[in-house]
């Protein structure tokens, strides 16, 4: 089934460990997102990729990296957690053109920084 | 810059009745609108979009939003809610003269829609 894979679907961390959150999708889509959801916060940029070998940063973020060696997949590191990391992580892609536009989400990666 | 206001946090509504869910907007050039919805420990999915042409448009589950430029507005709106639709929603825009910048969306905060049998 098409779509977007996230991995792991929920992480215990402890403060100051790196974690990598993946993300894979299989639609093509030459842009690829990812965001943070926060209760009362809605959803919040981390970093973006607007095609493959190139990123940028968002809203928010410090405290995070990303890299997108090719088209599919699109991972982002956290280099040492901290607790204000805890949140619930969406990766997302969509092509950039006029029209279809609109972005697909994955399922979400609900991590916990202790 | 770009933003998305959705004014309530929480719209309860008694099935059957009719639904809004209110969303404005700020951008500099022409909009590119949207509506998700997110059900408990879920993704977003898309609903319906705008991007040029009538202003009303038709989504997905019977959903459909009026887009009005003067008002800067696209709110959410269903003729006959269900128990069902109960869900966080979600309003986002993207300007369309992004150009060789970012093209991702700016969402709201997100409305808790209640449909109370």
């Known amino acids: 089934i098409a779509g977007i894979t996230q991995a792991p679907t929920s992480q215990i961390l402890a403060a100051g460990r790196r974690m990598t959150l993946r993300c894979t999708q299989d639609m093509r889509h030459n842009a690829m997102y990812w965001y943070r959801q926060d209760l009362g916060l809605g959803l919040r940029l981390i970093h973006y990729?607007?095609?493959?070998?190139?990123?940028g940063k968002g809203e928010v973020p410090d405290g995070y990296s990303v890299s997108r060696a090719n088209t599919d997949d699109f991972p982002l590191t956290l280099a040492s957690a901290v607790p204000s990391q805890t949140s619930v992580y969406f990766c997302?892609?969509?092509?950039?053109?006029?029209?279809?536009?609109?972005?697909?989400f994955g399922q979400g990666t609900r991590l916990t920084v202790v | 810059a770009q933003s998305v206001a959705q004014p309530e946090d929480q719209v309860n509504v008694a099935e059957g009745n009719p639904l809004t869910v209110k969303c404005t907007y700020s951008v500099s050039g022409n909009p590119y609108l949207f509506w998700y919805v997110q059900y408990p420990n879920r993704g977003l999915q898309f609903l319906l979009k705008?991007?040029?042409?009538?202003?009303l448009v038709k989504g997905s589950y019977g959903f459909e939003a009026e887009f009005n430029k003067s008002q800067t507005s696209f709110h959410l709106k269903k003729p006959s809610a269900l128990v069902s639709d109960s869900a966080l929603y979600f309003c986002?825009?993207?300007?369309?003269?992004?150009?060789?910048?970012?093209?991702?969306?700016?969402f709201g905060k997100g409305t808790k829609l209640s449909v109370i049998p």
């Open positions: 990729s607007n095609t493959a070998g190139t990123t």
């Open positions: 997302a892609s969509s092509f950039t053109g006029t029209g279809n536009t609109e972005a697909f």
């Open positions: 705008y991007i040029t042409g009538d202003n």
């Open positions: 986002a825009v993207r300007d369309v003269e992004s150009g060789a910048g970012s093209y991702q969306l700016t």
